[in-house]
């Protein structure tokens, strides 16, 4: 997949990276980066020597026929876990369970602290759950990426993507051996996500939002749906409106038909 779609990436897009010596030749680490797009799980694998796992909704992997399967092995490929996201706090376990599996047999997991694709470009709140956990119950470092520009790409509803270069920035690892065995209390794992958080914004430059992503979009999908009906009342209203102006164009047209009538049946009598 590296030299298949990475390398064709790489060259026609042309990303920029800076803090790639922070990235370890060998061992486990933890990639917690911002999430402005689709692509971002293929661009940081693409700049990087070594292999990163990311976590994936299942129906990537389990859609049913050619596509389907086309789907499946290239999320496969490019080194993407299936997780059932649907489930709760079982699907939560589960998507623990596959980033301690992949810090434990040495390798890169990557994480969207976010846990969604940022709605407008801003920074928000990371989920506590999966990355403080996981970098708690295995003492794996933290380092923190930035996507830069990849949301300009291809933004939503556009079917060709920019050629247009990206960035990418590489903070230092963040040590939490501190908080060793600490992994189910909130409160920690509230101050280290919130301390990658800060480290992202700072890599990033994004204005930050203390609300999480998908509150936002739930918000940003409310309005939306506020200002349709809005509109619709207006072209409801203005519709009425017309038909108001029409009817009493019509009953004063009536008016002045009758008038005439009765002027021209008092000039016959007379």
């Known amino acids: 997949m590296k030299f298949s779609i990475g390398g064709p990436l790489k060259l026609a897009f042309r990303p920029w990276v800076e803090g790639l010596e922070n990235i370890p030749a ?3 680490a933890i990639l917690a980066s911002n999430h402005l797009s689709f692509s971002d799980s293929f661009f940081l694998p693409a700049v990087l020597d070594r292999k990163v796992t990311f976590i994936a909704k299942a129906e990537y992997f389990t859609t049913p026929g050619i596509k389907g399967r086309m789907t499946a092995a290239f999320f496969k490929g490019v080194g993407q876990l299936p997780v059932d996201r649907s489930g709760g706090r079982g699907a939560g376990e589960a998507a623990i369970k596959s980033g301690v599996d992949v810090i434990e047999r040495g390798e890169l997991f ?8 940022s709605p407008d470009g801003r920074l928000y709140r990371g989920k506590p759950g999966g990355l403080a956990r996981v970098a708690l119950a295995t003492g794996a470092p933290v380092i923190p990426v930035a996507m830069i520009d990849t949301e ?23 040590d939490f051996s501190r908080y060793s065995g600490m992994e189910h209390d909130r409160f920690v794992l509230r101050a280290v996500t919130d301390e990658v958080m800060y480290e992202i914004m700072k890599l990033s430059g994004q204005e930050y939002v203390d609300i999480y992503a998908t509150a936002a979009k739930r918000q940003i999908a409310e309005a939306a749906k506020a200002e349709k009906e809005a509109e619709k009342a207006a072209r409801a209203a203005l519709a009425q409106a017309e038909k108001d102006r029409a009817q009493a164009a019509r009953d004063r047209a009536q008016r002045e038909q009758d008038d005439r009538e009765r002027a021209d049946g008092e000039r016959s009598g007379s």
Do not use: W
Not at 110 to 117: N, V
Not at 155 to 173: A, D, F, S, W, Y
């Open 26 to 28: 060998e061992g486990p």
């Open 152 to 174: 300009k790409i291809q933004p939503p509803g556009q079917v060709m993507p920019k050629l247009m270069r990206p960035g990418i920035r590489i903070g230092r690892p963040l």
């Open 110 to 117: 990557g994480i969207y602290p976010e846990g969604t694709r």
